[in-house]
């Protein structure tokens, strides 16, 4: 296990329920992402958070809502999804600076949406 | 925009032998970051290789090597001495060396190789 962990690890929703997913990281890193994993695609970047404050949303759609408190934990609110949203997400964290730092994997959320 | 293109959607080895995955990319940038990501069934996602662009050096990390080719963009990943916990989903990944407003690194992952490795 790396220093990111996730929140639940699986999860059922209907569409009209609201959940959250929680990310948190032990690593003492400034930036944290959501990917959305779907088979047969690359890995889909959702949103960046710096310092706590949102540098990149990659055209998401609002029915996901991040929020990052501090620069440990980050959530991804969820509500009335649609089953195309069924995906693996994954969190990362990664240290700020020039040079070319990777970015750290939490072991992501199975959502399953019916 | 960059792009990473990874031609094998699935590859198989024999435990013990060498395996090569490939993994092209386009770009315009003359700086920039490579990366090997594994993702194993219980799917961490973990750092398997890193490569810096400047470098003309291949970046190798036990038995693993990347063949870095910048011309012709190209980063393929060599394992040798193939072992069953090798098997595992393979990401290759870019990352600009511009950063984005705010400072964060952005990685642009291929599909994947499926590898599998039989015993």
């Known amino acids: 296990e790396t220093g990111v962990t996730q929140t639940p690890r699986h999860l059922v929703m209907g569409m009209t329920n609201k959940k959250s997913l929680k990310c948190e990281q032990h690593?003492?890193?400034?930036?944290m992402y959501w990917y959305k994993q779907s088979a047969k695609k690359p890995l889909e970047l959702m949103f960046v958070?710096?310092?706590?404050?949102?540098?990149e949303n990659n055209s998401v759609p609002s029915r996901f809502s991040p929020e990052c408190p501090n620069s440990s934990h980050l959530f991804l609110h969820l509500h009335t999804l649609q089953p195309e949203d069924s995906a693996l997400y994954l969190c990362a964290s990664s240290p700020i600076g020039r040079e070319g730092y990777e970015q750290y994997f939490g072991p992501g959320t199975r959502l399953t949406v019916t | 925009a960059q792009t990473v293109t990874q031609s094998q959607p699935e590859m198989s080895v024999q435990e013990a032998e060498t395996v090569t995955l490939s993994c092209t990319y386009d770009?315009?940038?003359?700086?920039?970051?490579l990366f090997w990501y594994k993702q194993p069934p219980s799917r961490q996602m973990i750092l398997v290789i890193r490569?810096?662009?400047?470098?003309?050096q291949n970046a190798t990390e036990n038995r693993f090597s990347v063949n870095f080719q910048k011309a012709a963009k190209s980063f393929s990943l060599k394992i040798s001495d193939s072992q069953l916990g090798d098997a595992a989903m393979y990401f290759c990944a870019y990352r600009s060396p511009t950063l984005s407003q705010g400072g964060s690194e952005k990685l642009v992952f291929g599909k994947g190789t499926k590898l599998t490795v039989n015993p």
């Open positions: 490569q810096e662009a400047y470098k003309q």
């Open positions: 958070y710096n310092f706590k404050e949102q540098t």
């Open positions: 690593l003492g890193h400034n930036a």
């Open positions: 770009t315009s940038e003359s700086d920039y970051y």
